[in-house]
């Protein structure tokens, strides 16, 4: 497995940290005559990525990598960054003949503080286990984000150990009962969040992340949402909530996702 796999992954820790040290070297990864940027901020091909590090604050970048998964020729990981600010960040990168030909993230400004139950955006388990279970938790994921998707609240206790779960997302609490009070405020609110579409569901072992479009409140928004699974139940849950600029606004043609 370490021939296949774990190359991928530590070109893609390389070229992150290169974001931070400023090296070159990385970037040779990424296939210059193929390379799709899905950041909306960002212009396509390897020049758009190279001018967007020129125009990076010298030496005040930082960039720490909480998780790093594979799933096939794609690699996805949980970072800690600190580029105007602190933020948190999903990055999913597709490999094609031993080259990054597409990237698509998904960033949020990290809060200054844990969430109600201590918790911070990235910290927690980091350990691969079960990845002959991959195939299943991914299966259970996706099932459990449809369910939200089609207004199904009322099985979501199903895919919980009683009220067993981490939950790292800013603004609730640990357990099934913290999602629900932190819903029900939300509706209390007039604040409603909405699953629109699943475009992908990657994982690796009892790590699943999937990627979603919706909307939050009045704002078009893509869901990142990385699950631990633990005994076939939902154990703990990561993620961001970006918005999706207006097509205005783009610096590529490429999309969200």
């Known amino acids: 497995m370490a021939t296949t796999r774990e190359p991928k992954k530590q070109q893609v820790r390389d070229l992150l940290k290169a974001i931070e040290t400023g090296e070159s070297g990385p970037l040779a990864v990424i296939d210059p005559n193929k390379y799709v940027q899905h950041n909306l901020r960002v212009k396509d091909g390897l020049a758009g990525f190279r001018e ?12 720490n990598t909480a998780r790093i998964f594979q799933d096939g020729d794609i690699v996805f990981v949980h970072s800690e960054y600190n580029i105007y600010g602190p933020k948190v960040a999903f990055d999913v990168f597709r490999f094609e003949d031993r080259r990054i030909v597409e990237h698509w993230d998904n960033i949020q400004e990290k809060p200054a503080s844990a969430n109600p ?29 449809e369910d939200i998707l089609n207004g199904r609240m009322d099985k979501l206790a199903g895919y919980y150990d009683g ?40 994982g690796e072992g009892n790590f699943v992340l999937t990627v979603s479009e919706g909307q939050l409140g009045e704002k078009l928004v893509s869901f990142y949402d990385l699950f631990r699974v633990e005994n076939g139940k939902i154990a703990e849950h990561w993620d961001t909530i970006e918005e999706i600029l207006p097509k205005d606004q783009w610096k590529n043609n490429n999309g969200k996702f």
């Open 117 to 145: 139950s201590g918790h911070t955006m990235t910290d927690g388990p980091t350990e691969l286990q079960d990845l002959e279970k991959t195939e299943a938790n991914k299966r259970l994921a996706r099932s459990f984000v």
């Open 52 to 63: 967007f590090l020129g125009q990076l604050p010298k030496g005040s970048i930082r960039v």
């Open 163 to 202: 009220d067993r779960y981490t939950q790292h997302n800013p603004q609730i609490a640990d357990g099934f009962s913290g999602l629900g009070a932190s819903l029900k405020a939300m509706a209390e609110r007039g604040i409603t969040m909405k699953y629109d579409r699943i475009r992908r569901v990657l």
